[in-house]
Every structure is written in structure tokens, then in C-alpha cells.
């Protein structure tokens, strides 16, 4: 008997604000106006994506042509749904589930709409990450019981053929605490980094237990820290007990400088950094054509690469501060 099997394009991408608001219904007739009537579409507090800025997130997506594309930073199914329909052609199935963010950015999944199997999706908001602040431990007047949940989600889609209890494939998205500090409460969010990347830690592990290790995983998103082989940053180091869990830039043979998917620009300075990734189970591994691992780099209007930004102006000039990663998955098993 033939066993079935597909490929799939994969696209991991921090969208930056991609809200796509209106009181109405936005129409072809919309992408035509100026960014000034654009932005009067919308009354949300949330000011919409660019216009230029959106219809070159899309041009990359048409280009790259992914089966799949797990992404941030989506300011709801509206935005998302609009952004499939309108920018591009109704091609995808938008998925979203909100999470906990408190600035309405969530974790979206477009599938292809003829990718010939289904999907279902579940999401970890409500999970604890048993961990309190520093000041919560420490209130003896007020103390604090329970624990926070994830910043965002750590949203699990399940694809399967035939069998939803027993998918072929798991892919689980997350968006991990930034190292803002606004109240001055946990420096740069390294606590709760840590935490909740913990949790999605055993998010994982609780995953192949429950298919006893026979169901490819892989955990993608911003992780917003170093999480590679490459001076691993202190809030992952529970990646130590899972040495054979490995992100594809890694499987790949991608350099650390061209694994680079954000720019920090500072003073003097511009540092580049890995933040998203895709760590894959020893069970997905196989599947992956590691010579496709790749940071896909904007280009200019010649189509040539864009520098590096190395000032505010010019980083403020790309469809995104993030760049995505792509890579493809061969012969998967459809069970």
C-alpha cells in the first residue's frame, strides 16, 4: 500500500502591528487611498499597518508562496481575515484565537486553502506559569496566590488526515514576554521570560507523552532572547535536558550572523539578533530539507538585498522589524 505523504513551506514571521481595522466593510477600493485616508478608516486606539508596509508583507508571501505560516503580533481575526482577503486573494484559511496579550496582538496561523487536509486548534492561555513577581512573593500584607499565564499564548495546531485525536503533525506558536520592564517590576522580563518558556517546555514534553513520541512537534515563534547554540541566553537553559530539541538554523547549518532575524539599534551601534525560531522533535527532524533553512531578507525595489538597518529611520522603513524564517518540510507521513 502507497503510504501518503505531503511537503510543506513553512514561514515563521513577527509581523509587527498587523491591525487591519475598520467600522466598515474594507474593500479593493480602500487599498487605493492615500496612508492618511487609510489611517481615517479605523477608530481603534490601534493605529492600522501601513499601507505600503501591508501590501509588502504580502508581496513577500506571494513570492515565497508558503503552504503554512505561523505568525505575531496579529491584532485579531478582523486584521487577520482582512489581511487574507484583501492583500492576498483569499488564498489562506486565517486562524486566531485570542490570547492574553495586553496590547491586542495575537498568534495567527494562514493555511493554504488546498492543502488537502484538516486542522484543529487549541490554545494555552488559560495555563499558569507558576510564577509571581518578585514584590508578589514578597507581599506579607497582601500575598498573592495562583500565577500568571503566558504574555500572549502558546497556540497548538493540529493537522491530520483522517484521525483528529491523532494528528500527523503539531505545531505550537508562541510569543514569549519582552524585556520591556515598564514597571520597573522584573528586569527586562527575565523572569517571566523564563517562566513561561518553562511552561512551554513541558507544553511540549506533555505533548509527546501523549502520543508516546510518534507525532512530529515543532515549537515556533518569538522567543524574544538568544535561545540558539550560540551563547544561549540563562532563561532557556532548560533546553539543556532536551539536547536532541533543535531549531532549524541549527539542523540547517545556518551561520549565527545569517541567522539573524531582528536589529537592535543603539547609539553606536547596531546588534543583530536571533529572536524566532522553530525547534523541531527528533520525530520532525527527518522531515526537514535542511539546505531550505533560511532568513529570507528584504529587498529593494531592484530586487537586490537590503543593507542591514543601521539607523531607526531605515528599520522603520521595512514591512517589519522582524524578518521571517522559512523553511520546508519533505515526505511527511499523513496518518
Given at each position: 500500500?502507497?503510504?501518503?505523504?505531503?511537503?510543506?513551506?513553512?514561514?515563521?514571521?513577527?509581523l509587527?502591528?498587523l491591525?487591519?481595522l475598520?467600522?466598515?466593510?474594507?474593500?479593493?477600493?480602500?487599498?487605493?487611498?492615500?496612508?492618511?485616508?487609510w489611517q481615517k478608516?479605523?477608530t481603534?486606539?490601534?493605529?492600522?499597518k501601513?499601507?505600503?508596509?501591508?501590501k509588502?508583507l504580502?508581496e513577500i508571501?506571494?513570492?515565497?508562496?508558503?503552504?503554512l505560516?505561523l505568525l505575531c503580533?496579529?491584532g485579531g481575526?478582523?486584521?487577520?481575515?482582512?489581511?487574507?482577503?484583501?492583500?492576498?486573494g483569499?488564498?489562506?484559511?486565517?486562524?486566531?484565537?485570542?490570547?492574553?496579550s495586553?496590547r491586542?496582538i495575537?498568534?495567527g496561523f494562514?493555511l493554504?486553502r488546498?492543502i488537502?487536509f484538516?486542522?484543529d486548534?487549541f490554545s494555552?492561555?488559560?495555563?499558569?506559569?507558576?510564577?509571581?513577581?518578585?514584590?508578589?512573593?514578597?507581599?506579607l500584607?497582601?500575598?498573592?496566590t495562583?500565577g500568571?499565564r503566558?504574555?500572549?499564548d502558546a497556540a497548538e495546531?493540529h493537522?491530520?488526515?483522517n484521525?483528529h485525536?491523532?494528528?500527523f503533525?503539531?505545531?505550537v506558536?508562541?510569543?514569549?514576554?519582552?524585556?520591556?520592564d515598564?514597571?520597573?517590576?522584573?528586569p527586562?522580563g527575565?523572569?517571566?521570560r523564563q517562566?513561561e518558556f518553562?511552561?512551554?517546555?513541558e507544553v511540549?514534553?506533555?505533548?509527546r507523552e501523549?502520543?508516546?513520541?510518534?507525532?512530529?512537534?515543532?515549537?515556533a515563534?518569538d522567543?524574544?532572547?538568544?535561545?540558539s547554540?550560540?551563547?544561549?541566553?540563562?532563561?532557556?537553559s532548560?533546553?539543556?535536558e532536551?539536547?536532541?530539541?533543535l531549531?532549524v538554523?541549527?539542523l540547517?547549518?545556518v551561520?549565527?550572523?545569517?541567522?539573524?532575524?531582528y536589529?537592535q539599534?543603539?547609539?553606536?551601534r547596531?546588534?543583530?539578533k536571533?529572536?524566532?525560531?522553530?525547534?523541531?522533535?527528533?520525530?520532525?527532524?527527518p522531515y526537514?530539507?535542511?539546505?531550505?533553512?533560511r532568513?529570507?531578507?528584504?529587498?529593494?525595489?531592484?530586487?537586490?538585498p537590503?543593507d542591514?538597518?543601521?539607523t531607526?529611520?531605515?528599520?522603520?522603513q521595512?514591512?517589519?522589524?522582524?524578518y521571517p524564517l522559512?523553511f520546508e518540510?519533505?515526505s511527511?507521513?499523513?496518518?
Amino acid at each position: 500500500m502507497t503510504k501518503i505523504t505531503c511537503d510543506l513551506k513553512v514561514m515563521i514571521w513577527n509581523l509587527e502591528n498587523l491591525f487591519l481595522l475598520s467600522d466598515q466593510t474594507l474593500t479593493s477600493e480602500h487599498l487605493k487611498l492615500d496612508e492618511i485616508q487609510w489611517q481615517k478608516l479605523s477608530t481603534s486606539i490601534y493605529p492600522n499597518k501601513s499601507l505600503a508596509k501591508t501590501k509588502a508583507l504580502a508581496e513577500i508571501i506571494t513570492s515565497e508562496n508558503p503552504d503554512l505560516i505561523l505568525l505575531c503580533e496579529v491584532g485579531g481575526l478582523e486584521s487577520l481575515t482582512n489581511f487574507n482577503r484583501l492583500f492576498l486573494g483569499g488564498r489562506y484559511s486565517p486562524v486566531l484565537v485570542e490570547g492574553n496579550s495586553d496590547r491586542n496582538i495575537d498568534i495567527g496561523f494562514l493555511l493554504r486553502r488546498d492543502i488537502g487536509f484538516y486542522f484543529d486548534v487549541f490554545s494555552n492561555r488559560n495555563r499558569s506559569i507558576n510564577y509571581l513577581y518578585p514584590h508578589e512573593r514578597q507581599s506579607l500584607d497582601q500575598p498573592v496566590t495562583g500565577g500568571h499565564r503566558f504574555s500572549r499564548d502558546a497556540a497548538e495546531l493540529h493537522l491530520f488526515l483522517n484521525n483528529h485525536e491523532h494528528p500527523f503533525f503539531v505545531f505550537v506558536m508562541t510569543h514569549l514576554k519582552s524585556q520591556l520592564d515598564r514597571d520597573r517590576i522584573d528586569p527586562l522580563g527575565f523572569e517571566r521570560r523564563q517562566a513561561e518558556f518553562k511552561t512551554l517546555m513541558e507544553v511540549y514534553t506533555g505533548l509527546r507523552e501523549r502520543w508516546q513520541r510518534s507525532v512530529p512537534i515543532c515549537v515556533a515563534g518569538d522567543f524574544n532572547g538568544n535561545a540558539s547554540h550560540h551563547g544561549r541566553d540563562a532563561e532557556f537553559s532548560t533546553l539543556a535536558e532536551h539536547p536532541d530539541f533543535l531549531d532549524v538554523c541549527e539542523l540547517g547549518n545556518v551561520s549565527a550572523d545569517d541567522a539573524k532575524t531582528y536589529f537592535q539599534i543603539h547609539r553606536t551601534r547596531t546588534e543583530g539578533k536571533q529572536l524566532d525560531y522553530a525547534f523541531l522533535s527528533p520525530e520532525a527532524q527527518p522531515y526537514l530539507k535542511r539546505d531550505s533553512v533560511r532568513v529570507y531578507r528584504y529587498l529593494d525595489p531592484m530586487g537586490f538585498p537590503l543593507d542591514r538597518p543601521t539607523t531607526l529611520d531605515a528599520k522603520a522603513q521595512l514591512p517589519s522589524d522582524h524578518y521571517p524564517l522559512v523553511f520546508e518540510l519533505k515526505s511527511i507521513p499523513l496518518r
